[in-house]
């Protein structure tokens, strides 16, 4: 096989590419899923989410951006708008004048418990019902051996 052949044909390329596509196709089934029946995406759930699990659910804006992979412009725009919604609120840092932090307020908190009955149900019927339960746990140990964890 020549190089240029392996490069195309490489198994390596295709079992990455099948991980990236099926992560890509659950994202775009919860984040539907999570708009139609809450009117937030998913990535205003997996913000909401990060801060609910935060301490004092607060957390710098920069690291809620780290957190969810966005570019620092991303993360002002999330705020923003979850902010509009009433999701979060911008507050100073106690320690550092210059930093904002976004806290879940009580609206975030309550549309967060609804979102997340409505992706539990969701992960069940396109996740977990596809795998058993010894393959959940092998596959919980593989990304996180992939993530360095």
């Known amino acids: 096989m020549t190089t240029k052949a392996r490069l195309i044909d490489d198994q390596q390329i295709k ?3 099948q991980l990236v596509e099926t992560q890509r196709r659950l994202h775009r089934v ?9 009117g937030i995406s998913i990535v205003w759930y997996e913000a909401l989410l990060r801060l ?16 969810l992979v966005l570019t620092s412009s991303g993360a002002t725009r999330l705020v923003d708008r979850l902010e509009e919604s009433s999701y ?23 549309v ?9 149900d969701d992960l069940d019927r396109h996740f977990s019902a596809h795998l058993s339960g010894p393959e959940l746990k092998k596959l919980r140990e593989l990304l996180s051996r992939l993530d360095g964890r």
């Not at 919860?30 to 809450?38: G, I, N, T, Y």
């Not at 607060?58 to 809620?64: A, F, G, K, V």
């Not at 979060?88 to 908190?109: E, K």
């Not at 967060?112 to 539990?120: F, Y």
């Open 30 to 38: 919860f984040d539907r899923s999570l708009r139609a029946k809450v």
């Open 52 to 67: 609910a699990h935060s301490p004092d659910r607060q957390m710098p804006i920069t690291d809620l951006g780290e957190a």
């Open 112 to 120: 967060l418990a609804t979102a997340t009955k409505v992706h539990l």
């Open 88 to 110: 979060i609120a911008r507050v100073p840092c106690p320690t550092d004048r210059r930093v904002l932090w976004a806290r879940l307020t009580a609206q975030g908190r309550k």
């Open 15 to 17: 079992d990455y590419g």
